[in-house]
C-alpha cells in the first residue's frame, strides 16, 4: 500500500514530466501508447543467428552429399560384379553416364581369400556324384572337388570414389569412399565358362579318371589295338571308307557345315553315339549294326555319282561304261542282307 502511494505522488508532483508523459514501472513510455521493452532487437537477434542457421544449413549439405556417394559406390560396386559375369569380362563396359566421374575406379577382381570358408554343398549328391569304380580294377575314382567348387567362383565387385566436399574445402576431409561386393559369377559350370563342348565327355572333368592307374592292362590293350590300326597290311585299302580318289574328285569339297564341326560327307566310318553310359552294350550293338550297313552306303553312294556323271549335258563318252556300273552295284545292293 505503501509503494502504490509513492508511485502516484510521483506522477502528480513536481517533478513530473508534465501532463503528456507516465512514469511507469520499469522507465519511462509516452502515456496511451503500448509497446515492448524488447522493441528493435529482432535485427539482431537475426543478424546473429545468420551463421548458426548457415553452419547447420551447410552440415545438412555435406552429410547428404555423402549418403549420396556412399549410395552411389554401393551401387557400382555391384555393377562392376555384375558386368564381369560370363561372357562378359567388363572391360569394354562404360561408367554409368552423368553420375560416376571418370576419376573415380570401377572393376572386379577374384575374391581370395574366399569368404566361405567350407562349401556348404560340397557333400550334397549332385556334387558329389555316384562312386563310379573303375574298370577292371574296382576301386572308386576321386571325384574332382574343384569342379563344382563353389568358393572358387566368387569374384569381388570394387568401386572406389575421393571427391571433395561441397563446402568448406578446407577442412581435412574429402568424400572418399569404398566398397566391395561379393557375387557369385566366376563359375556356372556352362560349358563355354568351363572350356568344354557340349560334346565334352563329363567323366573328364568330374572324376581324376587316368586309365593306366586305374587299369594298366587296359591301358596296354589300348595302345595295342592303336598300333594295330596304323600298322594295318590292309590299310590301304580301306581307303576307300574315307579318301577315295574318285569321289573326292567328282564332288570336291565334300565337306558340309554341322553344328559346330565340319562333316565329311564322304567318310563312311560308323560313327559313334555320344553319352554316358555304364552299360555299353546298346552302343556296341547299335556300332555293329552300321557296320554291317556300310558296303550298302558306300554302293549307293557310287550308283548316285555315275547317275550324276550320265546325265550330264551332252552325255559323256564313256556312257556305256557308267551304264554297266550301275547295273552292277544295283545287283551287288540287291544281293545284301536288309538293314
Known amino acids: 500500500m505503501t509503494n502504490r502511494r509513492v508511485f502516484d505522488s510521483l506522477n502528480s508532483g513536481p517533478c513530473s514530466r ?8 520499469g522507465g519511462m513510455r509516452p502515456r496511451g501508447q503500448a509497446g515492448s521493452d524488447r522493441a528493435g532487437l529482432a535485427p539482431l537477434e537475426l543478424v546473429l543467428s545468420v551463421p548458426m542457421l548457415m553452419m547447420i544449413l551447410s552440415m545438412m549439405i555435406i552429410v547428404g552429399t555423402a549418403g549420396s556417394w556412399k549410395l552411389r559406390t554401393l551401387a557400382n560396386s555391384r555393377q562392376a560384379a555384375a558386368r564381369s559375369i560370363w561372357p562378359r569380362d567388363g572391360e569394354n563396359d562404360p561408367y554409368p553416364d552423368s553420375w560416376w566421374p571418370a576419376s573415380a575406379s570401377m572393376n572386379f577382381r577374384s575374391a581370395s581369400p574366399s569368404p566361405v570358408e567350407i562349401d556348404p554343398f560340397a557333400q550334397h549328391y549332385v556334387v558329389r556324384g555316384p562312386i563310379v569304380p573303375s574298370p577292371g580294377g574296382g576301386q572308386p575314382l576321386r571325384v574332382i ?4 567348387d563353389m568358393t572358387l567362383g566368387l569374384e569381388a565387385g570394387f568401386a572406389e570414389v575421393d571427391r571433395d566436399l561441397p563446402l568448406w574445402k578446407q577442412l581435412p576431409h574429402r568424400n572418399h569412399y569404398s566398397r566391395d561386393t561379393l557375387f557369385f559369377s566366376g563359375e556356372q559350370w556352362q560349358h563355354g565358362s568351363m572350356g568344354i563342348s557340349n560334346n ?3 567323366m573328364l572333368v568330374t572324376y581324376e579318371y587316368d586309365l593306366a592307374r586305374y587299369d594298366p592292362a587296359a ?5 595295342a589295338a592303336a598300333n594295330a590300326l596304323v600298322s594295318n597290311p590292309m590299310r590301304q585299302t580301306m581307303f576307300i571308307l574315307d579318301r577315295d580318289d574318285e569321289l573326292r574328285t567328282w564332288y570336291s569339297d565334300p565337306y558340309t557345315p554341322y553344328s559346330d564341326d565340319r562333316y565329311d560327307w564322304l567318310s563312311f566310318y560308323p560313327p559313334v553315339a555320344r553319352g ?12 555293329i549294326s552300321a557296320v554291317e550297313n556300310v558296303p550298302r552306303q558306300i ?12 546325265n550330264q549335258n551332252p552325255p559323256p563318252p564313256n556312257a556305256s561304261d557308267l551304264q554297266q556300273k550301275i547295273q552292277q552295284l544295283d545287283e551287288f545292293i540287291a544281293s545284301l ?3
Open 18 to 25: 508534465g501532463s503528456g508523459e507516465k512514469l511507469v514501472a
Open 145 to 148: 572337388d574343384d569342379t563344382l
Open 200 to 202: 565334352t565327355r563329363r
Open 219 to 223: 591301358t596296354q590293350q589300348m595302345m
Open 276 to 287: 554316358c553310359d555304364l552299360d555299353l552294350r546298346p552302343r556296341v550293338d547299335v556300332l
Open 299 to 310: 554302293a549307293q553312294r557310287f550308283r548316285r555319282m555315275y547317275e550324276e556323271q550320265l
Open 337 to 339: 542282307p536288309q538293314p
